[in-house]
């Protein structure tokens, strides 16, 4: 049994226990309908070109825990931000940790999914916001049809939520193969103000795909900073389709570091529905080995005024993979606009490969649209520079990536995940530098 | 101090040090001279460890150690410094920031502990006043944006900072207005001692009013051709280098 026949009789079973009455019934079924129709993307799409799934869909994945897995904070407190107080909504296997977790109702709802979906008090709200803002690709099908448990946060007018929330979803590995779905659902209402951090972290080297949708909701002068920590190990891989929808006037960035998994897909999909939006897309992707990182971002500017900024460095050794593909796409009536994508690329080896594709689709005639690509290796000169003041060359070498990336780095709001970042990178480049730049 | 015995070199094939020797001891200042494409600032690169050049033949001691195997760093440790002629720009790095690195790097290199945060700031304080360069100007990306004068006060700074035994000037009077001249060559100036070199590499005899050679050596087509006081420098301001090349025929 292949793992889509697999999916499809999974769905069957997961589908008797939920309620046929209950209004997702046909969201579910028309997704699951829509995933078997498309199945898996394969490399004959133009947005899965450098990309293959054909070696992780040949594993034999669990598709729902067997058995709930308990594991030690202390084992897996090194990847929560210790050094400051947050909200934590925290999987293990796709399952609730409330042990792990601090979550809230009081005045901002820090919770669950599985409650948004099940209880009638959020019914409402699952009507109005639920798969509204996801694609109909195959893959956000398949999570829609999957649907269960994630992160649900509503911040309500007005209102800004105190601390950061952290996502955390840990894969236990005790399975030989897991796949997980995790669904996140964000509504940030007028003038509200959210930061959060998104981490997905397998605890040992068994194989792990990722399937995650996470939809946000921005209303009118919103601002939503969301930060995405992808540092996982040498078997796991992740699917990361984000889907942002921006009323006027808000403001949204998203921060993606990848710094290590098997593969990692990343879809961000920007839509901005109001005047004066404004949307940030930032990146660092540093990998080595084999390791395969893909960004494929799509910024839809609809209304008038609007800014869009992309920044994305990525820093390939060994034999590693990177691809970047930028969409930006600009309707007629979205006059006035901002839209600025950047896209620079250290290649450390001969053997790293990164294929980048900047697109602008222009149909307005009254903007301010640019991108610029680049390719390239450390400067020998500036290593020879640094090195002639007594730096060694990894450290020579780490003080240039760190520059490189640094213009992405600065623009971490959450001085404590800075440092951590700067650290993350210290570590990948083996070097004992503090990068108080 | 510095030993160079029968150096060559070549870049990509091509030969450009033609058998060159010269003798550096603790506490002199040799000024090195010569037109065009002679050679200075690839005898400055080989002396620093600049891998694109590729010593073919001869020997580099520093203290009678032979450097021409060490890495950059590695004679940066043994206390070579080169003053860029054109110093990289690096940005995203700051002059606090990487002055901070390279001084740790070499004590890390030494065995010692980072120099503590308090003593690291006095140091970069007094020698920024010693170069009258401005605080603001130490939290700028390296060299991003720096006039030529403010590139070349940096590179006298971090100097000042990193204190070597060997400094080689590859040119340092480029780009400087007289002010800045004045202002730099007061810095090596105070930065002299018994105890240390320095070599300059020069056009013009312009900076050696200012930082006075007890040697002059002149450069022509790879090997040193002549050497004399400080009276040589001024018959060059005067006269060219053709009369050099007559005497050679």
């Given at each position: 049994?292949?793992?889509?026949?697999?999916?499809?009789?999974?769905?069957?079973?997961?589908?008797?226990?939920?309620?046929?009455?209950?209004?997702l019934?046909?969201?579910?079924?028309?997704?699951?309908?829509?995933?078997?129709?498309?199945?898996?993307?394969?490399?004959k799409?133009?947005?899965?070109?450098?990309?293959?799934?054909?070696?992780?869909l040949?594993?034999?994945?669990?598709i729902?825990p067997?058995?709930?897995?308990?594991?030690e904070?202390?084992?897996?407190?090194?990847?929560?931000?210790?050094?400051?107080?947050?909200?934590?909504?925290?999987?293990?296997?796709?399952?609730?940790?409330?042990f792990?977790?601090?979550?809230?109702?009081?005045?901002?709802?820090v919770?669950?999914?599985?409650?948004?979906?099940n209880?009638s008090?959020y019914s409402s709200i699952?009507?109005?916001?639920?798969?509204?803002?996801?694609?109909t690709d195959?893959?956000?099908c398949l999570?829609?049809?999957?649907?269960?448990?994630?992160?649900?946060?509503r911040?309500p007018?007005?209102?800004?939520?105190?601390?950061?929330?952290?996502?955390?979803?840990?894969a236990?590995?005790?399975?030989?193969?897991?796949?997980?779905q995790?669904?996140?659902?964000?509504?940030?209402e007028?003038?509200?103000?959210?930061q959060i951090?998104?981490?997905?972290?397998?605890?040992?080297?068994?194989?792990?795909?990722?399937?995650?949708v996470?939809?946000?909701f921005?209303e009118?002068?919103?601002?939503?900073?969301?930060?995405k920590?992808?540092?996982?190990?040498?078997?796991?891989?992740?699917?990361?389709?984000?889907?942002?929808?921006?009323?006027r006037?808000s403001i949204?960035?998203?921060?993606?570091?990848?710094?290590?998994?098997?593969?990692?897909?990343?879809n961000?999909?920007?839509?901005?529905?109001?005047?004066?939006?404004?949307?940030?897309l930032n990146?660092?992707t540093m990998?080595?080995?084999?390791?395969?990182?893909d960004?494929?971002?799509?910024?839809?500017?609809?209304?008038?005024?609007?800014?869009?900024?992309q920044d994305y460095?990525?820093?390939?050794?060994d034999?590693?993979?990177?691809v970047?593909?930028?969409?930006?796409?600009?309707?007629?009536?979205?006059?006035?606009?901002?839209?600025?994508?950047k896209?620079?690329n250290?290649?450390?080896?001969?053997?790293?490969?990164?294929?980048?594709?900047?697109?602008l689709?222009?149909?307005a005639d009254?903007?301010?649209c640019s991108h610029?690509?680049?390719i390239?290796?450390?400067?020998?000169?500036a290593m020879?520079?640094?090195?002639?003041?007594?730096?060694?060359?990894?450290?020579?070498?780490?003080?240039l990536?760190?520059?490189?990336?640094?213009?992405?780095?600065?623009?971490?709001?959450?001085?404590?995940l800075?440092?951590?970042?700067?650290?993350?990178?210290?570590?990948?480049?083996?070097?004992?530098?503090?990068?108080?730049? | 101090m510095?030993?160079?015995?029968?150096?060559?070199?070549?870049?990509?094939?091509k030969?450009i040090?033609?058998?060159?020797?010269l003798?550096?001891?603790?506490?002199?200042?040799h000024?090195?001279?010569g037109?065009n494409g002679?050679?200075?600032?690839?005898?400055?690169?080989i002396?620093?460890?600049?891998?694109?050049?590729?010593?073919?033949?001869?020997?580099?001691?520093i203290?009678?150690?032979?450097?021409?195997?060490?890495?950059?760093?590695?004679?940066?440790?043994?206390?070579v410094?080169?003053?860029?002629q054109?110093?990289?720009?690096?940005?995203?790095?700051?002059?606090?920031?990487?002055?901070?690195?390279?001084?740790?790097?070499?004590r890390?290199?030494?065995?010692?502990?980072?120099?503590?945060?308090?003593?690291?700031?006095k140091?970069?304080k007094?020698?920024?006043?010693?170069?009258?360069?401005?605080?603001?100007?130490?939290s700028?990306?390296l060299?991003?944006?720096?006039?030529g004068?403010e590139k070349k006060?940096?590179?006298i700074?971090?100097?000042?900072?990193l204190?070597p035994?060997?400094?080689?000037?590859?040119?340092?009077?480029?780009?400087l207005?007289?002010?800045?001249?004045?202002?730099v060559a007061?810095?090596?100036n105070?930065?002299?001692?018994k105890?240390n070199?320095?070599?300059?590499?020069?056009h013009?005899?312009?900076?050696?009013d200012?930082i006075?050679?007890?040697?002059?050596?002149?450069?022509?087509?790879?090997?040193?051709v002549?050497?004399?006081?400080?009276?040589?420098?001024?018959?060059?301001?005067?006269?060219?280098?053709?009369?050099?090349k007559?005497e050679?025929?």
């Amino acid at each position: 049994m292949n793992l889509k026949e697999k999916l499809q009789s999974s769905y069957l079973a997961f589908e008797d226990h939920l309620q046929a009455d209950s209004p997702l019934h046909d969201v579910r079924t028309k997704a699951m309908k829509s995933f078997e129709d498309k199945g898996f993307p394969s490399k004959k799409e133009e947005a899965w070109k450098y990309t293959s799934l054909n070696a992780l869909l040949s594993k034999d994945y669990s598709i729902f825990p067997k058995n709930e897995t308990a594991i030690e904070f202390n084992d897996v407190k090194k990847y929560f931000l210790n050094d400051i107080d947050t909200y934590k909504v925290v999987f293990i296997d796709g399952v609730y940790s409330s042990f792990l977790s601090q979550i809230t109702h009081d005045v901002i709802d820090v919770c669950l999914m599985s409650s948004a979906l099940n209880k009638s008090k959020y019914s409402s709200i699952i009507e109005t916001y639920f798969n509204k803002a996801a694609n109909t690709d195959s893959l956000s099908c398949l999570n829609t049809a999957f649907a269960k448990e994630g992160a649900y946060i509503r911040i309500p007018k007005n209102k800004e939520a105190k601390k950061p929330i952290e996502i955390i979803n840990f894969a236990t590995g005790t399975e030989a193969a897991t796949m997980l779905q995790p669904r996140n659902l964000i509504i940030v209402e007028q003038n509200a103000h959210v930061q959060i951090i998104e981490r997905h972290q397998s605890l040992n080297n068994n194989p792990v795909l990722t399937n995650s949708v996470t939809e946000i909701f921005l209303e009118k002068r919103a601002n939503v900073d969301y930060y995405k920590i992808q540092n996982d190990t040498q078997n796991a891989s992740l699917i990361d389709s984000t889907f942002i929808q921006q009323q006027r006037e808000s403001i949204c960035s998203v921060h993606t570091f990848s710094f290590g998994g098997k593969l990692t897909r990343n879809n961000l999909s920007f839509k901005q529905l109001g005047e004066r939006c404004d949307s940030i897309l930032n990146g660092v992707t540093m990998i080595e080995d084999k390791q395969h990182v893909d960004h494929n971002t799509l910024v839809h500017h609809i209304a008038e005024n609007c800014e869009s900024h992309q920044d994305y460095k990525g820093i390939f050794d060994d034999s590693a993979t990177g691809v970047f593909n930028g969409k930006v796409y600009v309707e007629k009536q979205a006059q006035k606009l901002d839209a600025f994508q950047k896209n620079n690329n250290i290649l450390i080896s001969n053997k790293a490969t990164i294929n980048a594709k900047p697109q602008l689709e222009i149909f307005a005639d009254d903007v301010k649209c640019s991108h610029g690509c680049t390719i390239g290796q450390l400067d020998p000169d500036a290593m020879f520079y640094l090195r002639s003041r007594g730096i060694a060359d990894k450290e020579a070498r780490a003080l240039l990536i760190y520059a490189f990336a640094n213009t992405v780095l600065e623009s971490v709001k959450i001085p404590e995940l800075k440092e951590r970042i700067n650290k993350l990178i210290a570590n990948k480049m083996g070097v004992n530098l503090g990068f108080d730049l | 101090m510095l030993q160079i015995k029968d150096v060559y070199a070549s870049v990509e094939d091509k030969d450009i040090l033609k058998g060159i020797s010269l003798s550096v001891n603790a506490g002199e200042v040799h000024a090195i001279m010569g037109p065009n494409g002679a050679g200075k600032s690839t005898l400055a690169s080989i002396i620093a460890g600049k891998e694109e050049f590729e010593l073919t033949k001869g020997e580099i001691t520093i203290d009678g150690e032979d450097i021409t195997e060490l890495d950059a760093e590695e004679r940066a440790h043994k206390g070579v410094f080169l003053s860029f002629q054109y110093p990289v720009e690096i940005p995203g790095v700051s002059v606090t920031n990487f002055i901070k690195t390279a001084i740790n790097e070499n004590r890390k290199a030494k065995g010692l502990e980072d120099m503590p945060a308090s003593e690291m700031l006095k140091k970069i304080k007094e020698k920024a006043d010693l170069l009258e360069i401005d605080r603001k100007f130490l939290s700028r990306s390296l060299n991003v944006g720096f006039s030529g004068g403010e590139k070349k006060r940096n590179e006298i700074f971090q100097m000042a900072m990193l204190e070597p035994k060997l400094a080689i000037l590859d040119e340092t009077d480029s780009g400087l207005d007289i002010d800045a001249l004045k202002v730099v060559a007061n810095g090596v100036n105070k930065l002299k001692n018994k105890d240390n070199a320095v070599i300059v590499i020069t056009h013009y005899q312009r900076l050696l009013d200012y930082i006075v050679p007890d040697f002059v050596h002149v450069i022509m087509d790879g090997k040193i051709v002549k050497s004399g006081t400080k009276q040589l420098a001024y018959e060059l301001e005067e006269k060219g280098y053709d009369w050099i090349k007559e005497e050679l025929v």
